[in-house]
């Protein structure tokens, strides 16, 4: 599991990270670091979309496939729909808030660059009506948010073993652990540098990078919660 | 997407480094990371190629105690095999030429100071030398190697008790793999954003050399390619250990029932093959691009149809996802996607010819300088040819039935894909040398050098064709059994007797690559008389590659023998050339 | 050195060129109906890809000398960046040979793989396992009976290995042999299983390989034309024992093979 944990983290945050290796040296212009970042944000995301397309379609393969039956020599199908329990309804309605607030949190950081003064037209931001930079604190909300729904995620695991769904007792649930413990494990990583980017916050430094990093982090985590639509999309056609 | 933009990158995104760790270990420098993976490979080719004389040493004296091996049991002859395949293929093929060449020479020849993200970078090389020591580790385990073979088709890979080596070992294995893929997906990101995003004034793309555009292109296999690659492991470690049945269905082993059903071992092959096909090209990709430019400097002439060499690239690239399923014509995939598949091959020969036209009509009427990069990337075409011939009758169903797993399979992918890329690696090797180290490798020593590995590769893989034909199977490591076998043992000693020749001339190579390091004759900023930026800047580059100014490109990449100008080369960064073509 | 490496190049061109022609080595005698289409078909291939072969390399060769830099001697290179007409030729040409030689086999293709073997054909289920194939019958009844993963015992060998279960009718007259008999001129049905890992059932006089996999039950079929004892080998990596995972396919008259089976059916009462 390690593993993939260093991928989430390079997903989420490893643009980032050499991001906070240069910033000490960085005078590059705003606009060029924060289009680089994006772009290779859109690139890692490239590379998840591979993985959970291979999983999709082994997904799609073996539900679809029917096995041998070595003793009658007939082809039968094995696969036991998988009653998702109803609480991922509420952890589904966690990260859509949760990416409502990214955003706040994405514009507000944008707002403040522009009253900094470090990058012009290279952040879109919205007219500024709403609250000035300083009021709610949505970086931290939304990292809450983010733990809660990975929180509820743990619930809906211990729901499932309770009932007799463990990793190995059918197809069914071995993919339901396997997409929700993947798309988890990315979250996670999500997480983890939105905790680096309010800590950066309080520390009153790198004031152009945690704009970056919010920035990246925004389109990550609502590249998160689409992912977790789909997966859900996915397991729902099973029934 | 930043095409024609000057990204203001006037001064190193990080300053020189003063501490030893920093500059040599944990480096952020991309020319160290560059070097760091090339001496990984090196490493691995020396045991990837040991690995392979013991096998040679085994068909032939199968019952020989070897010093400080014993004796080689048939499990440990496939253990041999399955590590000598991994090793190669990821940590040789993969690793030195995209990793190592392309690091320490991409951001230098499209103008950069260095790669987009230089601390994912440091990260890309360390994960790899971390599942390169997970990956030998597997010998020293209980149980050994594992003896699945590179390719690992489960139930054999998937059960522990399948033979020895399937347990802790082929734990090992899988990890390694998957450490591999993680450490190639940071590569491909930085490697794609460095080219889209960090090319100098006047780089527009279709004045990037052919080996940027080959690195770019292998990048972006890699990224589609590994992370399909990491899924599969994922789902073969579940299998492994978490009793879940994504490839096993019910099976028996040993008698008893392996606790698995309804998995499917078709599923394993077809993800690995999404990977494993266009692997083949992130091998030789690299070495096509570079082989293209040496021709090209060493001809003194520009390269014969610059864009039909990048749109071949392009294609190959893409069909390359496309034709995964002629690895599994006998498999029990359906006969009509097999021929799909068939027709899908076939095509991608198409791009293959029109690269092997072009490089002969660069050296067509050209005026060639013959030194060690230029034998060394004749010999690529050489040998390109010669894999490459064999494709289109393994890419038939009907002629596959018979060379199906046979030994013409592996002379074919050894020409191809082992041997032509690693010619390509040491034709870079003895090209860049000079820039990396600041002399001039020995070019008796690369000559001898040139002509033992060509005749002698040759003497290896080209009998196993004649055996493939007469049925001779693969991953046999005893030919005592089978009775047509006999009489091809004949040819298989002829195999090892110049396997052991071949191997004693790189040795040749390894003494000229460390003796030239101290003792060679001091190069020049730019000995070879070539035309991309990188050889516009000292030798060695300094840390942010150009020492302050950025470049401005003006020029194509393969400006020689241009009528009129004062010398037979224009370079990249040369006032434009005042006619458009 | 140009000149060394024109007779390097075309000697070793010559060399390679000259054992293919000569034959030294070459496929095993075919013995199926299915033998003759494929030889043939890869006769063709490699007339065709071995002119590709000796005229790319002796080309290769040639220019490589006859464009040497002989210094003043030499004049310069000529300065062109290719030839549109040439590319769009030689892509065309390509391609017609390429995808020409896939649809040529296609009839072949399609008689070995597309058509189910016809009825009437003899039947014999090959099962493969670490590291021995065992060969089913179905008997005189036509059908073969059940089987059962949890009574397979390889110690026991025949239908204990593969785990006849002798309580299904059907699978009363079933037999298990380790050698495949198979009568001459007779359209033989193959049914593939494997109990453990893949297996591949190669036999190269037949030009049949196909690989048994757990989980499946592959249908093939091969017609053998000649008398005679042919080897099969496991041409699937399959374990330690891969290299000796072999078997005899008996190819006899259809007289004796009646006289084998009913000897067999005799051993069973």
């Not at chain 1, 709403?130 to 929180?151: I, N, Y």
């Not at chain 3, 699978?171 to 049905?189: A, I, L, Q, W």
Request: glycine content about 8%; some cysteine; aromatic content about 14%.
């Amino acid at each position: 599991m390690a593993l993939i944990t260093t991928t989430a983290a390079v997903d989420a945050t490893g643009v980032l990270l050499a991001d906070y290796g240069r910033i000490d040296h960085g005078s590059a212009a705003f606009s060029a670091r924060l289009r680089r970042a994006r772009l290779g944000l859109i690139v890692a995301l490239t590379g998840v979309v591979m993985i959970f397309v291979s999983f999709s379609s082994a997904y799609v393969v073996r539900k679809g496939l029917p096995t041998l039956d070595p003793q009658s020599g007939i082809l039968v199908h094995d696969w036991l729909p998988l009653q998702l329990p109803s609480f991922l309804l509420v952890n589904t309605l966690v990260l859509l808030v949760s990416t409502l607030t990214m955003e706040l949190a994405r514009r507000q950081a944008a707002r403040e660059a522009l009253a900094t003064g470090i990058g012009k037209s290279a952040v879109s931001t919205t007219s500024a009506s709403h609250k000035e930079a300083q009021g709610m604190p949505w970086l931290a909300l939304t990292a809450v948010l983010g733990l809660s729904f990975l929180a509820g995620q743990w619930l809906v695991w211990r729901e499932l073993a309770a009932s007799g769904f463990y990793v190995s007792t059918n197809p069914s649930s071995s993919f339901f652990y396997l997409l929700t413990a993947t798309h988890g494990i990315h979250l996670l990583g999500g997480i983890l540098t939105l905790i680096a980017a309010s800590a950066a916050y309080f520390w009153r430094r790198l004031a152009e990078s945690r704009v970056v990093v919010v920035d990246i982090t925004a389109w990550y985590w609502h590249f998160m919660t689409f992912l977790w639509v789909y997966i859900l999309c996915l397991l729902e056609v099973a029934h | 997407m930043a095409t024609g933009e000057f990204a203001a990158h006037a001064a190193h995104a990080h300053a020189a480094p003063t501490s030893w760790i920093r500059k040599y270990v944990f480096s952020l420098d991309h020319k160290v990371i560059g070097m760091q993976y090339y001496f990984l490979a090196l490493t691995a080719v020396f045991v990837g190629m040991i690995l392979s004389l013991l096998m040679r040493i085994h068909l032939i004296w199968p019952s020989a105690t070897l010093p400080f091996w014993g004796e080689i049991k048939p499990e440990t002859y496939l253990s041999l095999l399955t590590m000598h395949g991994t090793i190669m293929v990821f940590f040789v093929l993969t690793t030195a030429p995209q990793g190592g060449f392309g690091n320490y020479f991409l951001p230098i020849q499209i103008g950069a100071p260095d790669m987009a993200f230089p601390v994912l970078n440091m990260l890309s090389f360390w994960v790899t030398a971390l599942a390169f020591i997970v990956m030998l580790a597997a010998f020293f385990v209980v149980g050994g190697a594992p003896l699945h073979g590179w390719t690992g088709y489960p139930p054999l890979s998937a059960l522990q008790s399948a033979g020895p080596g399937e347990g802790l070992g082929a734990d090992l294995w899988v990890i390694s793999i998957a450490l591999f893929c993680l450490g190639a997906l940071m590569s491909a990101l930085n490697f794609i954003t460095t080219t889209l995003d960090m090319r100098a004034k006047g780089m527009t793309m279709m004045r990037m050399p052919l080996t940027c555009w080959s690195w770019f292109i292998t990048a972006i296999l890699g990224l589609l390619a590994f992370g399909v690659l990491l899924s599969a492991g994922i789902l073969l470690l579940l299998d492994r250990n978490a009793g879940t049945s994504f490839y096993v269905p019910l099976v028996t082993i040993n008698g008893q029932l392996a606790g698995h059903k309804g998995g499917s071992p078709l599923l394993w092959q077809h993800l690995f093959w999404f990977f494993g096909h266009p692997e083949v090209y992130i091998a030789i990709l690299p070495a096509m691009g570079l082989c293209s430019q040496l021709l090209s400097v060493f001809s003194r002439k520009p390269i014969f149809g610059y864009k039909a060499m990048v749109y071949a690239m392009l294609s190959i690239g893409f069909l390359g996802f496309m034709v995964w399923g002629h690895h599994m014509f006998m498999s029990g995939m359906s006969p009509y996607t097999a021929f799909a598949f068939s027709i899908m091959t076939m095509a991608i020969g198409v791009p293959s010819a029109i690269k092997t036209f072009n490089w002969l009509g660069t050296i067509w009427r050209g005026r060639i300088r013959f030194t060690s990069p230029m034998l060394f990337a004749l010999g690529f075409v050489s040998l390109f040819v010669s894999g490459g011939i064999s494709g289109p009758f393994l890419a038939q169903p009907v002629l596959d039935i018979q060379l199906h797993d046979t030994y013409f399979v592996v002379g074919h992918f050894h020409l191809i894909m082992g041997v032509a890329s690693i010619f390509g690696i040491f034709a870079a090797t003895y090209y860049w040398f000079p820039k990396m180290f600041g002399r001039m490798m020995n070019e008796s020593l690369a000559r001898w050098h040139f002509f033992i590995s060509l005749i002698g590769t040759y003497a290896i893989f080209m009998p196993m064709h004649y055996l493939g034909m007469a049925g001779h199977l693969r991953r046999y490591s005893q030919l005592t059994e089978l009775n047509y076998l006999h009489g091809l043992v004949p040819l298989q000693t002829f195999m090892t007797y110049a396997a052991f020749v071949t191997i004693a001339g790189q040795f040749i190579f390894l003494f000229n690559l460390f003796w030239s390091m101290k003792f060679g004759k001091k190069a020049s900023d730019n000995p070879w008389e070539a035309t991309t930026i990188e050889w516009t800047t000292t030798t060695p580059p300094p840390h942010d590659n150009f020492g302050g100014h950025m470049p401005v490109v003006n020029n194509g990449p393969y400006e020689y023998s241009v009528p009129g100008a004062p010398r037979d080369y224009v370079m990249q960064t040369d006032p434009p050339l005042a006619k458009a073509h | 050195m140009g000149l060394v490496l024109l007779v390097v190049i075309w000697l070793i061109t010559f060399l390679s060129a000259y054992f293919f022609i000569a034959k030294t080595w070459w496929l095993p005698a075919g013995a199926s109906v299915a033998a003759a289409g494929i030889d043939h078909h890869f006769s063709t291939t490699y007339i065709l890809m071995g002119a590709v072969f000796v005229a790319a390399q002796v080309i290769l060769g040639y220019f490589v000398w006859r464009y040497r830099d002989r210094g003043s001697a030499s004049p310069q290179a000529q300065y062109s960046h290719g030839n549109n007409t040439l590319e769009i030729t030689w892509t065309v040409l390509t391609s017609i040979l390429f995808i020409g030689l896939v649809l040529m086999s296609s009839s072949i293709w399609a008689s070995e793989r597309f058509r189910p073997a016809a009825p009437g054909a003899v039947q014999v289920e090959v099962t493969g396992m670490q590291f021995a194939w065992y060969f089913r019958y179905p008997g005189t009844d036509g059908k073969f009976g059940a089987t059962n993963p949890e009574l397979q015992d390889a110690s026991a060998g025949g239908e204990g290995a593969i785990g006849l279960d002798t309580k299904d009718p059907a699978s009363k007259d079933d037999f298990v042999t380790g050698t495949m008999y198979v009568p001459v001129n007779r359209e033989v049905e193959v049914i593939l299983r494997a109990e453990d890992v893949i297996h591949s059932f190669f036999v190269p006089a037949m030009r049949f390989k196909q690989d048994a996999v757990p989980g499946l039950a592959i249908h093939m079929h091969f017609t053998p034309i000649t008398t005679g004892d042919y080897e099969i080998a496991c041409s699937q990596l399959c374990g330690l024992g891969h290299y000796k995972m072999h078997g005899i396919l008996k190819v006899v008259s259809q007289e004796d093979y009646d006289k084998w089976l009913a000897a067999r059916e005799a051993e069973k009462q």
